[in-house]
């Protein structure tokens, strides 16, 4: 029994010590609110459930079990980040089951911890997303309950900070500094296949015209339902407008709530399916059989469920399953957080396959026959010609030349069919998402650009989707997010996109949780 007590604070102390992504300067930190109200008392119920036989109803510990509140608690995770705190839960408990919640769960978890120490909720959840929390510091809180900004870390810091108990811990520069992003526009250029116009005065960032009209009330759906977070929007055949929204929330799991919606060429709701199908929504393709191709971007082991690519037909038949339901890997049979899916007209299957930023996690575009047989895989991690961090969504031109949103490398890159590399493109924004309609027109979706030091750093770009010909690389209108603060958060305006055959241009939110249609003016 004493083996299978889950010390979770002990694997979080020695974590802390251990290493860790650090916040940089502007950072948003645990005292500004990175929780809400709801998500603490839903997670209140989960740590009952799950945690408090080892920690405590009062999370002040239990025998081999650490208390989870108070100094030498926070004190272990000061100068770290709340991502590396939620990953540390994410993977140690239960201990005899790691993982066995889901990321929401995990989230009202840290949730419940978050304010039994005093930092307070704010009017967004948390979200579940590792990359989005490591923009997050994790501080002492402030007597009275006061939030304060977090405090500078300096690019060229190199003292060393005490630990508990003395130990030293490195200081760490803040994540991506201005070294890093030399580093890829040296990259960039080494690759000798950077676009000729991506210097072009014509594309200076967030310069161009807004020709758009946006409409964020286009979509009617049915009493008492409400749009969740969202990164996947798609049109089919007959100008129907496809959905795959996360339940109202930010994870379907244990939701009775269909996420596919249907809507028609006027945003009427049709209909809606998937229920207990989909984890986590978090690309979806419509190919010329208008079957929907949906990535499942989370997994539940014990469920066995997520990290699948699903293909429906527009009844709500699934029709095939890729991937290994409820595992994680890096072999032809098995994906770890995919990102995006794209059909070929030829019938190749194309999956994007890795969340996660950084070494050691996957950073690969895979290529699979009509029948999905697996043909090959190109691409790993890094910041060279052809490597990716974070391949985060796909698109195709006229010529069937493969586009990959590279996000954390802040570029788009086009390939053959094969993987050979043919372009990079730096003045489309950091991709979160990227479509190309019939004429070669790429619409990219920028929901992450920061100017302060931390998540998203890319000083002097801003929120919004930008319009250009593939052909000659100009970007010729822009429409900004409309966040009137968006580097105080990890996410804003669409990360999902598509357009009509009319111009109109869809984008799905999952900051603001809604599906925004622009038409021009």
């Not at 749009?227 to 049109?235: I, L, P, T």
């Not at 379907?252 to 986590?280: Q, R, T």
């Not at 069919?417 to 730096?426: A, C, E, N, P, W």
């Amino acid at each position: 029994m004493r083996n299978r007590i889950a010390v979770l604070a002990s694997a979080l102390a020695l974590f802390a010590v251990a290493g860790g992504a650090a916040w940089g300067q502007g950072a948003a930190s645990v005292l500004n609110g990175a929780y809400t109200d709801a998500q603490a008392q839903r997670g209140a119920d989960q740590f009952s459930a799950h945690c408090a036989a080892c920690h405590g109803s009062g999370l002040t510990g239990n025998g081999e079990a650490p208390a989870l509140v108070g100094g030498e608690f926070i004190s272990n995770w000061a100068g770290l980040t709340l991502g590396d705190l939620f990953e540390r839960i994410r993977t140690t408990m239960p201990q005899d089951n790691p993982g066995k919640l889901s990321r929401g769960q995990y989230a009202e978890i840290l949730s419940f911890i978050l304010k039994s120490n005093g930092y307070p909720a704010g009017q967004k959840e948390m979200d579940t997303r590792t990359e989005f929390l490591k923009a997050v510091a994790f501080v002492p809180p402030v007597p009275g309950g006061h939030a304060q900004a977090a405090p500078a870390a300096p690019a060229a810091q190199t003292a060393q900070a005490a630990g508990p108990g003395g130990q030293a811990r490195p200081a760490r520069p803040p994540m991506f500094p201005p070294a890093d992003l030399k580093a890829l526009d040296a990259a960039n250029q080494a690759s000798g296949v950077l676009s000729a116009t991506a210097n072009d005065p014509r594309n200076a960032p967030n310069a161009q015209p807004n020709p758009y009209v946006s409409n964020e009330q286009f979509f009617k759906l049915p009493d008492g339902r409400k749009f969740g977070s969202s990164s996947s929007v798609a049109v089919d055949s007959k100008g129907h407008i496809w959905v795959a929204e996360r339940c109202g929330a930010n994870n379907c799991a244990g939701s009775p709530v269909n996420p596919v919606v249907e809507f028609d060429a006027k945003g009427n709701y049709i209909k809606s399916f998937g229920a207990g199908m989909i984890l986590f929504p978090h690309s979806l393709f419509i190919d010329k059989k208008d079957h929907l191709w949906i990535a499942d971007g989370h997994v539940d082991a014990a469920a066995k469920k997520g990290n699948v690519v699903l293909e429906f037909d527009t009844s709500g038949k699934l029709l095939r399953t890729m991937g290994t339901p409820g595992a994680s890997g890096n072999d032809s049979k098995t994906f770890n957080e995919p990102n995006s899916v794209l059909v070929a007209p030829n019938g190749n299957i194309f999956i994007a396959d890795g969340h996660e930023a950084g070494p050691g996690h996957n950073a690969r575009v895979m290529k699979f026959d009509s029948k999905g047989n697996f043909i090959k895989q190109w691409g790993d991690h890094g910041i060279g010609g052809g490597q990716f961090d974070v391949p985060h969504t796909l698109a195709m031109d006229s010529k069937g030349n493969l586009y990959v949103g590279d996000r954390w490398n802040n570029r788009i890159q086009s390939f053959t069919q094969d993987g050979k590399l043919l372009k990079i493109y730096t003045q489309f924004g950091r991709p979160s998402g990227i479509y190309i309609d019939k004429n070669d027109i790429l619409y990219s979706t920028d929901s992450e650009s920061r100017s302060p030091m931390g998540y998203g750093y890319h000083p002097g770009w801003k929120r919004g989707i930008r319009i250009g010909s593939v052909k000659d690389g100009i970007v010729t209108a822009f429409i900004p997010d409309t966040d009137p603060n968006p580097d105080a958060g990890a996410t804003s305006g669409g990360e999902g996109i598509w357009a009509d055959n009319k111009g109109n241009v869809y984008s799905a939110q999952v900051g603001q949780r809604n599906i925004v249609r622009y038409a021009k003016k």
